[in-house]
């Protein structure tokens, strides 16, 4: 959860009402699903974090409609059963690491809408670095997976 109150307290409420309700063992707050929102974010960057999700989506196959927010409950056995040093990402892609280890293990993910807010101070982290990690790092993983696969056949 971003400290700044971009993620908004209430929708951290609903996404542990959800979660103590066992609805799943990964509960999402979404942006993109029916009931998300964005507010204050320029064109440029909504565009970027749609098409960013949805390329992620397609090349893992991972049914969450937003893999790169960053307002998520974890049930313990999932942290538990994913090798977190073996994490690669060093960016904001481990979002999207995250839980696609945390669904290829089989747990089960759930998508509370929420609106994120930009931030009033600061600035943004974004980079083309940052871009560069999230555009690399879902093709690594589904290769990884894939040689998985083959080694086990």
Same mark, same amino acid.
Request: glycine content about 8%.
């Given at each position: ?67 790169? *927010?960053?307002? $998520?409950?974890?049930? =313990?056995? /999932?942290? %538990?059963?994913?090798? &977190? ?36 101070? *600061?600035?943004? $982290?974004?980079?083309? =670095?940052? /871009?560069? %990690?999230?555009?690399? &790092? ?16």
């Amino acid at each position: 959860m971003d400290a700044d109150f971009s993620h908004r307290p209430v929708d951290l409420r609903n996404m542990l009402e959800a979660a103590c309700r066992g609805v799943a063992d990964i509960v999402v707050g979404s942006r993109w699903i029916p009931g998300g929102a964005v507010s204050n974010w320029p064109f440029r960057r909504l565009l970027l974090s749609r098409v960013g999700n949805l390329y992620a989506r397609m090349i893992l196959g991972v049914p969450q409609c937003d893999l790169t *927010g960053g307002l $998520k409950c974890w049930r =313990r056995k /999932v942290l %538990e059963s994913i090798d &977190l040093d073996a994490i690669e990402a060093e960016n904001y892609a481990f979002q999207i690491e995250m839980s696609w280890r945390g669904w290829k293990h089989g747990f089960s993910i759930y998508e509370v809408p929420i609106t994120f807010v930009e931030r009033a101070h *600061g600035v943004s $982290k974004m980079s083309g =670095r940052v /871009v560069g %990690e999230a555009l690399v &790092l879902p093709w690594r993983l589904r290769l990884q997976q894939r040689a998985e696969t083959l080694h086990k056949v």
